[in-house]
């Protein structure tokens, strides 16, 4: 096992800013969903608090980026919080503040940026802590994300490189950072991966004294680089920006398919942000809450959690109903995405799929989902299983018990949902 593998042993569970605020988030806000993760679901395993994209850009407002704004940047090239976005950064304290506050409640703090130097600091030809090389001497001017303008990449071939990469982690763990999420790496239409720089993070974080989780965006990463991937970063997208639709969602099961050999402690190929609950805030899309339908929202937590992706929460935290805490917090659930091994595809086709999995105990996770629209009837196939008749059969989502093995159990799955069962010893008395 690498070294860096061990900061993220189970995949990583947390509350993103993405799908609420887009670029817009502040601190405040930020704040607010950390607390109420920590009352309501730091015991279930919810853990990090990211903050995404822009928190540099003093007039974001939306999900909608502005070009070629000014960005608020240090002496070395660096980026920095907008003040007037979050106040605790006031006097160069950078998210010091800010993660100190979600430390003290138990959780742990990430940020995302974009790969790459700031534009800005290009074109002033800015100083880059650690070399006498400066931000024009490094920049790679042709290689630029083609849906935010505010970086140009980093050409790892140029004296200096690797220490702008190097200040910047030392920065982040000055900060306190625990988690990062690089964008615009993962995979572009133009530029396909950029390995050079997921090296130079890689070397970076290594270096800089903390340890971070690593997440790579966006995707879908090409599965020829899976080793790469596996041997540099915690969390690696396997698709774009994945939305509350089910055409994304029913694409997901091929991804998965594609992607489970390379799960495993430390390295998750990541099904991307559940948007769930009260999202797109400050969306150009429309202030609203998911369109998934209750039997869809079960489909992709359970799909997520039989695959074993990360679980990054996309809606506003404060305003949860009933029925999404409990899909975030179902303990029988959660304790398969956290120690369920061996798990796999069993079978696809247009109406149907299956996916099964183990644990160290001798229990058996079976997961059904019904593609179709029409309401499904399921035997459980023992030659699946491998197993005796006399095991029982537990509904983890709806917490009942529904007989043996032997009592040819039928599960009954309304369209667009999906069924998620242990299949167990009984105690003996």
Not at 154 to 168: C, I, M, P, R, T
Not at 303 to 329: A, C, K, Q, V
Request: proline residues 6%; charged residues 25%; negative net charge.
């Amino acid at each position: 096992m690498r070294e860096h593998h061990k900061v993220a042993m189970t995949p990583p569970m947390g509350w993103n800013s993405w799908d609420s605020y887009g670029a817009s988030v502040t601190e405040a806000e930020v704040r607010g969903n950390a607390k109420y993760m920590s009352v309501y679901m730091k015991p279930y395993g919810w853990e990090y608090v990211v903050v995404d994209i822009q928190w540099y850009e003093p007039g974001a407002h939306s999900h909608e980026y502005r070009p070629y704004v000014p960005l608020e940047m240090d002496e070395y090239s660096r980026l920095v919080p907008a003040v007037n976005r979050f106040p605790s950064a006031a006097g160069g304290a950078g998210f010091k503040n800010l993660s100190d506050y979600v430390h003290s409640l138990g959780l742990k703090f990430g940020i995302h940026i974009m790969r790459g130097i700031p534009r800005q600091a290009v074109h002033a030809n800015a100083a880059i802590k650690g070399t006498d090389a400066r931000a024009r001497d490094i920049a790679h001017i042709n290689s630029i994300c083609p849906w935010n303008t505010d970086m140009y990449g980093v050409d790892a071939s140029k004296e200096g490189a690797q220490a702008y990469y190097n200040s910047l982690f030392e920065l982040y763990a000055a900060w306190g950072v625990d988690f990062v999420k690089v964008d615009d790496i993962a995979f572009s239409r133009l530029y396909g991966i950029h390995k050079d720089e997921i090296r130079m993070i890689r070397k970076a974080i290594d270096s800089c004294g903390r340890p971070i989780v690593l997440s790579l965006s966006p995707g879908p990463a090409p599965l020829d680089e899976a080793e790469f991937l596996v041997e540099n970063a915690n969390m690696w997208r396997l698709t774009d920006d994945f939305w509350d639709r089910w055409k994304l969602l029913y694409e997901m099961f091929e991804r998965c398919e594609k992607w489970f050999p390379y799960a495993g402690p430390g390295h998750w190929p990541d099904c991307d942000m559940l948007p769930l609950g009260h999202i797109g805030i400050r969306s150009l899309d429309g202030d609203r809450w998911t369109r998934f339908t209750r039997d869809e929202q079960i489909t992709m937590m359970t799909l997520w959690t039989i695959f074993r992706s990360p679980l990054m929460m996309g809606g506003e935290l404060r305003d949860n109903d009933r029925w999404t805490l409990d899909l975030l917090t179902n303990e029988e659930v959660l304790q398969v995405h956290r120690n369920s091994r061996n798990n796999r595809p069993l079978y696809r086709d247009s109406r149907w799929t299956g996916w099964i999995a183990d644990d160290i105990e001798g229990n058996i996770y079976l997961a059904y989902f019904n593609l179709s629209q029409a309401l499904l009837t399921f035997p459980i196939n023992l030659e699946w299983l491998g197993c005796s008749d006399h095991l029982k059969v537990r509904d983890l989502w709806r917490h009942e018990e529904l007989g043996s093995l032997h009592d040819k159990v039928m599960i009954i799955i309304p369209p667009h949902g999906a069924a998620l069962l242990k299949i167990y010893e009984p105690q003996s008395n």
